[in-house]
């Protein structure tokens, strides 16, 4: 019967789900007793808001939990606390923080130095060791696109030093790159691995052009007007082409290659055959392989996909699928090691062939700098993008310096940067954030300013590397050279070099004053002059900050009334000193904190203690934040969950509360694509809102909801939920015990003391008597996991493209499949996660 | 089907009245609302959204009509100025002299302007008399901040923080509906943007297909009805609220199944998260869902440097944009005629090109009205001119369009937002003011 019309026809049916199921289930309430649990459900409800506020002086020594857990005061402060100022508790945390006094966890918090995080950095140096190495050795090592595309391009060309036809409107580029190679600056490494993260990737990317091309010949033949789907043209230091694109183009035919190494396994004579029929050793082809691995290949036998007549492409996939199957048998060291030597078609080929299951076979054993030369191969920039965001959400979950953690979320998002402003901005974030942001989060407003503006990763997403200064030497040389340019556009982009107002702007509006802070387009103007020479050695070299005086505006400048002398990079310097020490910035800081800490709208007299704070202090965040920390205001009743949490905070804080083990954050990541909030992921540069108007949508609800039940139901790739080892003692029953309810409204008291137990480890406060009889009617339901899994794929979009879910397979989790393959438990207590999800997924629990 | 939504089908009473969260949805105290006169509240904010929400869908007796309103934004100032090109103007090219579009390279529309080639795809729209440009349109306001301009179009009130809704929610207003849809409102995207905040309920989803709880299926899973039950009886307003109408989204979406509405034969969408939204804006649409007003938004316009002219990174986002839209228009077949699509962006950029071989923050900026009523194949709108002493501030393309003078033209002949006071406060649109974009 459907549910809707029956609801239609029926007045006494309510559309309230849990009594329509019960219903359905025969066991509907009786008349009185429903309404007389309803007027005390009723009463419970009004007292709610009062008692979830906190309120302690109406409460008593200790308030009781509807759940009919004891909830003291200080326990009651203990939560609110770990609410706002961490990315929220863990099961333990509140007794934890009770042991040691709220006042010192807080102070602890506030010097992150005195906490103990050896296991965490420990763990993400042994398996993100990329993440740890400096922006040049990044950059050289794991090389990006526009790199493989320069070196692709030469390899073309011979080994010779001609560079081909100059692109227009990049002048002096190609000419800078042959000046690189000469100095040696930029070439193939002779380190095998190094070598072969090269020599793979320019045969996928020449691979990748040569579909391009034949797409685009194809589709000029039919005369139809296809879009220049962005190819990099050439003209384009900074090409705009996102990392996904490359992604995207890798698509494999899975379902095909699967299914021939099946028949492949199942036939083992035949594939024999098919070794014996001429194929070339791996060992001999590794013994040749180096940057001319690309010709090499070329030269095997049917080893051009394109070209390749049908049954010699079956016969070539045999080979692949059987020689697969042998290097995943091999020990770790081994299997890299053939990897490795394989020429780059082979290793693509291998690559593809690879099923989900199969990849996490492969990482298996694997240390983390071989899963990262063996993902750094296929794609260099997609493995960078995908660690820094793992260790970003690693850090927000796990590290036991909670508020440097959230502070440092806070500054990444007030200064924020954006992953796919180009194909160099992946290599920049690591750095942004381990250098320039963390170690400052909790420090002085000015030495973060300056740390930003300084930094490579702002200095290319705000534009500033390339703005010049309109009178300066750069600009004339320019000229000098335009006058003498042959090619008009080249001539005119020498002779036009000048100012990009970009950085200047956001660095009053969002970084320090505020829209309403007192600047004019004139001060605009002024400030981008003064921050010319601000920028970056060429990506290639590393792309280090760099003062470069060629570039820089001569002259007085004069920014907000005041004198700036000429004073080359020192100018930049001031402007931020007097940025820094603004009262408008002061207030616009803690306005900010405000938001993020205690309500949408915070009460005026805080912020203007934050902000007399911030003044006295010299911009001192801790001072703010102990401003703030002690305030009456903080701790009233009416900020108690007053702030709906972000899709982040939500992600992060459903994990943390539900104890689970996250061996690989990739799919969280991707969760935070899925709900709107994805990491680096914010294209302008104001940041995520962090008020609750604009996270509070249909599309978004139905997300959270879903999110709920797939991490509590264990379903999510690569976090591992136990709720048997969070519930204890209490012991699983019987589905059709747990409802016996006999149509009186009884609850199996097992069930509803697990269900008292989970409140009280997931939620701070109690759930209303509907929620939890919503909890308590859908306990035995086991399937919603598994639904709501198919409805939160986390697999496509975002930086990670269609590899997300591979590249989580290799890391240790897995997409939905090799997370099967790896798990070596299921899930016992269905019954718990539901009732789980539902908490998580409650109106509850999206508050803080 | 029989839902017409939760406030047809809840017919309960709890027998606690002082449970005043739930009132609202029970006959007796909806009644009552009425004869106090609960409709001379509407529009003060005295009362909780959803309870106005409710009072205006049952008192209202506006006719239904088929009329779609889509709107697109253009986030981050598009550089109008080479979208729809003054080709003739020499000081163009004097101030833009490697990024410029070139005469043999515009599409010519009447001997001033051309299209960007890249958008060529706009130009049978224009010839078919479907598609009208205004050009030098804008907002009074200065700001050459992308975050308050933005906010400023979107509300509507230029100039105005407090706003708290946005125009095209208003407009919805403005135009009551009997029967209004749980999905009269759509925005696809992540978020309800701020152009459709406000007391009428909107919804917002990214894909779909995704959008159910806890299963597919025909009907509402039992968990989704836990969470339902759950959220329809939090104390929580805000979350409440939004429950409510996410679950009768839910439901509407699973009996009307829009995903079985495939593109028409031959219509591409161009890969993408535009391509993707238009085709799901138009699957809505074909559902017959009650959308009137749909909303989403394309990015990367903010081209301070390299943008290219013919060729680039602006070319490369036009070709988006356009081939989106032109797919939109053919995929919508007959239905075309009942819509109207509008494009703004929060400002333009500066009529010269920068040093970077971009453009900064400038003013005014060109916007496409398209649709079935469209007195097409003509570029509204008074041109100010690009000489050096025309340019706004001496570097921009100075406004002499109100953008609230366009949206206010397309809501009201679209959606019969008839009351303009309401949707722009305070801005004097009058229907004698419009540019006679559109018939009726």
Redesign the interface.
């Known amino acids: 019967m ?4 029956a ?3 029926s ?2 049916r ?8 019960l219903r359905e289930c025969g066991l509907g309430w009786q008349g009185g007793v429903r ?1 007389a649990l ?2 005390a459900l ?1 009463v419970l ?2 007292n ?2 009062l008692m979830a506020a906190g309120n302690q002086d109406k409460r008593g020594p200790t308030a009781q939990k509807e759940g009919g857990v004891a909830q003291s005061k200080v326990e009651i402060r203990i939560e609110h606390a770990l609410n706002r100022l961490t990315f929220g508790p863990r099961p333990g945390d509140v007794a934890a923080v009770e042991k040691m006094g709220l006042t010192e966890w807080f102070e602890q918090q506030l010097n992150p130095e005195k906490i103990d995080d050896s296991a965490l950095d420990a763990r993400l140096q042994s398996q993100f060791p990329a993440m740890f190495l400096s922006q040049q050795e990044l950059m050289v090592r794991y090389p990006g696109q526009q790199v493989i595309r320069q070196l692709s391009m030469r390899e073309e060309r011979g080994a010779g030093m001609g560079m081909g036809p100059m692109a227009p ?1 990049r002048p002096g580029v190609r000419g800078r790159f042959a000046q690189l190679y000469q100095q040696n600056q930029l070439s193939i490494p002779n380190d095998p691995a190094e070598r072969a993260i090269y020599a793979d990737q320019i045969a996928l990317y020449k691979e990748q052009q040569q579909k391009k091309q034949e797409k685009d010949a194809a589709a000029a033949a039919n005369g139809a ?1 296809t ?4 190819a990099p ?1 050439g ?2 230091m ?1 090409s ?1 082409g996102t990392v996904s694109g490359s992604a995207s183009a890798q698509a494999p035919a899975p379902i095909e290659r699967r299914s021939a190494k099946k028949d492949a396994q199942a036939a083992p004579s035949q594939s024999s055959d098919a070794m014996s029929g001429g194929m070339p050793d791996y060992e001999a082809m590794a013994a040749g392989k180096d940057m001319k691995a690309g010709q090499q290949s070329a030269a095997l036998p049917k080893s051009d996909v394109s070209d390749t007549s049908a049954p010699d492409a079956h016969v070539d996939k045999l080979y692949r699928d059987l020689e697969a199957v042998k290097i995943l048998n091999l020990p770790p060291d081994e299997r890299m090691r053939r990897v490795i030597a394989m020429p780059p078609k082979d290793f693509l080929a291998f690559r593809q062939s690879l099923s989900g299951p199969e990849l996490a076979q492969f990482g298996q054993g694997l240390s983390g700098q071989q899963r990262e030369i063996f993902a750094a191969m296929q794609n260099s920039t997609r493995m960078v993008g995908a660690e820094e965001m793992q260790v970003r959400m690693l850090r927000d979950l796990e590290s036991n310096r909670q508020l440097e953690a959230v502070m440092t979320d806070f500054w990444l998002n007030h200064f924020n940067v954006y992953v796919r402003k180009n194909q160099n901005e992946p290599y920049l974030i690591p750095a942004y954030e381990r250098e320039t942001i963390l170690p400052h989060a909790l420090g002085k407003f000015e030495d973060l300013l300056v740390a930003t503006a300084e930094s490579p990763a702002m200095q290319v997403y705000l ?1 500033n590397w ?3 200064g ?1 009178n300066s030497q750069a ?1 004339e040389n320019g000229g000098r050279a335009a006058a003498r340019a042959q090619n008009p ?1 080249v001539k ?2 020498l ?8 950085y200047a ?1 956001e660095l009053m ?2 970084h320090t004053l505020g ?1 309403n802070g007192g600047y004019t ?1 004139a001060d ?1 103007i002024q400030v981008a002059k003064v921050f010319t020479g601000w920028g970056i050695e060429p990506p290639v070299r590393g792309a280090a900050f760099q003062f470069d005086e060629r570039k820089h505006e001569p002259g007085t400048k004069v920014v907000l009334g005041k004198t700036i002398k000429e004073d080359g990079m020192k100018e930049g310097l001031e402007v931020l000193h007097m940025l820094a020490t603004s009262p408008a910035t002061a207030k616009f800081i803690s306005t900010k904190l405000a938001v993020r800490f205690v309500s949408d709208d915070p009460p005026p007299a805080l912020v203007e203690r934050m902000t007399q704070a911030y003044l006295k202090s010299d911009g001192d965040i801790k001072t703010v934040l102990r401003t703030m920390f002690e305030s009456q205001e903080f701790w009233a009743p009416a900020t108690a969950h007053a702030k ?1 949490k972000t899709p982040e905070e939500f992600v992060i804080s459903a994990v943390r509360a539900s104890g689970a083990q996250v061996n690989n954050s990739l799919a969280l990541v991707a969760a935070l694509d ?4 994805p990491l680096y992921g914010m ?2 540069p ?1 940041g995520y809102s962090w008020k ?12 959270r ?2 999110f709920a ?1 797939v991490l509590a139901g264990d379903k999510l790739p690569g976090v591992r939920t136990d709720w048997t080892r969070l519930t204890g003692t209490v012991t699983p029953r019987k589905a059709e015990m747990a409802n016996a309810d006999g149509g009186n409204g009884y609850i199996d008291p097992e069930v509803a003391a697990k269900e008292r137990r989970l409140e009280t480890i997931l939620l701070d406060q109690p759930l ?1 008597e ?2 939890r ?3 308590l ?2 306990s035995n ?1 086991t ?3 598994i ?2 899994a ?4 986390t697999g496509g979009g975002g930086l990670l493209g269609g590899g997300g879910g591979q590249l989580a397979g290799l890391f240790g989790g897995g997409g939905p499949a090799a997370a099967a393959a790896l798990r070596n438990q299921q899930q016992d207590d269905r019954q718990a996660a ?1 009732m789980a ?2 908490m998580l ?4 629990f ?2 803080r | ?4 939504g ?1 406030n ?5 009473d ?3 009245d ?2 005043g969260r739930d009132a609202e949805r029970r006959r007796v105290s909806r009644r009552v609302f009425m004869k106090n006169g609960a409709l001379a509240l509407v529009g003060t904010s005295a009362i909780p959204a959803f309870l106005s929400r409710s009072v205006l869908a049952e008192m209202t007796t506006a006719a239904a009509n088929k009329k779609k309103l889509v709107v697109i934004f253009q ?2 100032a598009v550089d109008g100025l080479n979208v729809v090109v003054p080709y003739t103007e020499q000081n163009y090219y004097a101030m833009r ?2 990024i410029a579009v070139q005469q043999n390279e515009v599409i010519d529309l009447d001997g001033h302007f051309g299209l960007h080639p ?1 958008i ?2 706009f130009k049978p729209l224009f010839d078919q008399g479907h598609l009208a440009i205004v050009h030098a349109a804008g907002s009074p306001d200065p ?6 301009a933005q906010d400023y179009m979107e509300s509507g009130t230029p100039g105005l923080k407090s706003t708290e809704d946005g125009w095209l929610n208003r407009a919805l207003e403005a135009a009551p509906e009997e029967k209004a849809s749980a999905f009269r409102a759509v925005a696809l ?4 943007p701020r152009t459709l ?1 406000g007391k009428m309920p ?5 894909n779909l297909a ?7 299926g025909q ?18 307003t ?3 609220g ?2 409510q ?2 679950f009768e ?3 509407m979406l699973k ?1 009307a199944n829009p995903a079985e509405y495939k593109p028409l034969a031959g219509v591409e969408y ?1 890969a993408g998260a535009f391509g993707n939204s238009l085709k799901q804006i138009a699957q809505l649409m074909k559902a017959n869902l009650g959308v009137e007003a749909a909303f989403t938004d394309i ?2 316009w ?1 081209t ?3 943008q ?1 002219g013919a ?3 602006l ?2 986002r036009l ?2 944009f356009s ?1 989106a839209i032109a797919a939109f228009w053919r995929d919508m077949g007959d239905d075309a005629e009942n819509v109207t699509l509008v494009t703004m962006s929060e400002f333009g950029r500066t009529a010269r ?6 453009t ?2 400038g003013h005014a900026n060109v916007m496409f009205v398209l649709g079935g009523a469209v007195k097409g194949g003509k570029v509204y709108g008074k041109w100010p001119g690009v000489e050096n002493e025309q340019l706004n ?1 001496g570097r921009d393309l100075a406004v002499t369009t109100d953008f609230r003078t366009v949206l206010g033209e397309t809501a009201y002949k679209t959606l019969g937002a008839k009351n303009l006071e309401v949707v722009f406060p305070g801005a004097k649109v009058r229907p004698a003011g419009f540019l006679g974009l559109m018939r009726g």
């Open positions: 459907n549910k809707v019309d609801m239609g026809v007045g006494e309510r559309k309230l789900g849990v009594v329509t199921e309404t309803a007027f009723c409800m009004v709610q808001p409107g007007n879009m220049d789907s962005g043209s003209g384009q900074m705009d534009d390339q703005s010049i309109p600009a556009q005119a982009a002779k036009d070099r000048g100012l990009n107002e970009n702007r509006e969002l829209v387009q605009v709906v899925k709900l709107g909030m294209q302008t104001n609750s108007e604009g996270w509070t949508n249909t599309g978004a609800l139905v997300n909801m879903n039940l209303s509907k929620t009889m919503a909890v009617s859908q339901d399937t919603a996991a639904q709501a198919k409805e939160f794929q539901i999800g539902l997924g409650s109106p509850e999206q508050r | 089907m029989a839902s017409r939760w047809s089908a809840d017919v309960s709890w027998g606690c002082i449970c986030r981050g002299p490697t890249q060529a795809g700001t050459r901040s992308h975050f308050d995207g992540a978020q309800v905040q909107a919804i917002a989803l990214n995704d959008f159910s709880v806890g299963g597919r009907t509402t899973s039992p968990i989704s009805n836990a969470f339902q039950a759950m959220y329809d009886q939090s104390t929580d805000v979350l409440q939004t429950g109408e996410t989204a839910v439901k009996a161009p990015g990367g903010d301070h440097q390299n290219g060729n680039g990174q070319a490369n070709t988006e081939t090109q920068n040093g970077t071989g971009g900064d923050h501030e």
